[in-house]
């Protein structure tokens, strides 16, 4: 009788174990299936990170060679392996990245391999007791200061991979050339490698199908500011509840939120496109830097209309009384801003100089003065104040809104001066004969400037 319970114990966990083993296939299955739909996905959001992945793969297989060709291995040897791990290391997604980590790179290991050599002959000339502790004195002192310099916020954005790159290589030719005689070969090697590595990525980086961190930048700023326009049309109509044409598309109160988290992306695309020669409509030395401020600017404009956003699913209404009498001035000051933010990116995505924006920016101001003046006037004497404080927060954080997006017209009229945007003149065309009363039709002219900054 005590066998049994033993017996039944057994049989449930072979059948347990057997059904866990059944449903292994249908369970793998569906994962395989979701991180299908994952990695297409990922490939279809930017097509260019399937073409970065081969040039990544062209890269490393050419330098591959000087290992599989006898008289390329022949005359570098094992050091060959540092022209892969430089592929490997320096390629980057963009031109910029790539000729950041390059030149950083090779620069360093250029510096690092003089100095240690020298360190390494000095210490020679102060005898066998002296020589290991010249070289732990250098090794020190290199190490340190350069460690230091490091922190300063400049040196680290710019030049941290190549200052890392500086110590390591000094330390190994200084350190490993105290019981290897061959130091200047072997120095001679590391940079010969290195620099192959480095001009292999750089070429097939920029040579074949190259991404460019400053068109990245430019197009992203322009984003940014045509997103703030859209959820500015939409807020309107939503939050007074106006009747549209049609089912009105919410996905602007979403396209807002990735302008709040744009800081880091727009600093790593600026440092990389001061690497970058000049390409395609932006010369050399462009004003990346403007492109910050417009970002900056653009971020503080979001922060706005984010607290605008937790308006429109509040609990607290504002009553229709109130809510109608400021509701012409609030659509007339937003659809102003808007009009004024549109141009703004069609100026920066067309690299032309914004011609109505600060038309468009004085009557929303206009708008924003006679809604301070109804809110201070006879709304006050009329509403109590609880009642009024949700209507002056949105239309305080409009006029806030407002003023931002003057400051953005700013800064964009300033990044087409020093850019030297081309300029767009409205002309009137002649007026062709008809039985109908037609609107008057413009002509666009593009005028090229003489010069560019180089």
Not at 95 to 101: D, E, I
Request: hydrophobic share 45%; charged share 20%; glycine share 8%.
């Amino acid at each position: 009788m005590a066998s049994q319970p033993v017996d039944n114990r057994k049989e449930g966990i072979i059948s347990g174990a057997w059904h866990c083993l059944k449903s292994l296939p249908g369970k793998s299955m569906s994962k395989l299936i979701e991180l299908a739909k994952k990695t297409k996905k990922l490939g279809q959001d930017d097509p260019r990170r399937i073409i970065h992945s081969l040039k990544v793969g062209l890269a490393i297989t050419l330098v591959s060679l000087f290992y599989y060709f006898e008289p390329l291995y022949d005359g570098f040897g094992v050091s060959a392996m540092w022209a892969v791990l430089t592929v490997v290391v320096v390629f980057e997604f963009s031109v910029g990245g790539t000729l950041s980590r390059g030149l950083n790179r090779g620069l360093a290991t250029f510096l690092a391999a003089g100095l240690g050599f020298g360190a390494h002959h000095l210490a020679n000339l102060s005898g066998k007791l002296g020589e290991p502790i010249l070289l732990g004195l250098f090794v020190f002192l290199l190490a340190s200061t350069v460690t230091f310099v490091r922190f300063f916020p400049r040196m680290k954005a710019r030049y941290d991979y190549g200052l890392l790159i500086f110590i390591l290589t000094f330390c190994l030719i200084s350190v490993s050339g105290y019981r290897d005689d061959e130091v200047w070969h072997m120095a001679h090697m590391r940079v010969s490698t290195i620099l192959i590595g480095g001009f292999t990525a750089v070429c097939v980086c920029i040579l074949i199908f190259p991404v460019w961190a400053g068109t990245d930048l430019h197009n992203l700023v322009a984003n940014n500011i045509d997103k703030l326009a859209n959820f500015l049309e939409g807020f309107g109509p939503l939050y007074f509840q106006i009747p549209q044409d049609g089912e009105m598309d919410m996905t602007f109160l979403e396209g807002y939120k990735c302008v709040l988290n744009s800081k880091q992306t727009e600093e790593s695309l600026a440092n990389f496109a001061g690497w970058e020669p000049g390409h395609g409509e932006f010369r050399f030395r462009h004003p990346w830097k403007q492109y910050l401020k417009i970002g900056s600017l653009t971020r503080n404009c979001a922060y706005r209309i984010e607290a605008l956003n937790g308006y429109l699913n509040t609990e607290t209404k504002i009553p229709e009384e109130i809510r109608g009498k400021m509701q012409d001035a609030c659509i007339n000051m937003s659809y102003e801003a808007v009009k004024a933010l549109k141009e703004l990116a069609f100026s920066i995505q067309t690299m032309t100089k914004p011609c109505s924006a600060n038309s468009h920016i004085t009557k929303s101001k206009i708008a924003a003065k006679n809604l301070k003046s109804l809110l201070s006037t006879s709304l006050c004497k009329e509403t109590e104040i609880l009642d009024l404080i949700p209507a002056v927060t949105v239309a305080s954080l409009l006029v806030d809104a407002v003023a931002c997006t003057e400051k953005i017209a700013e800064s964009v009229q300033e990044l087409a001066s020093i850019a030297k945007f081309k300029s767009v003149k409205p002309k009137k065309a002649p007026s062709r004969s008809s039985s109908k009363i037609s609107e008057p039709e413009h002509v666009i002219t593009i005028h090229q400037p003489s010069s560019l900054p180089e």
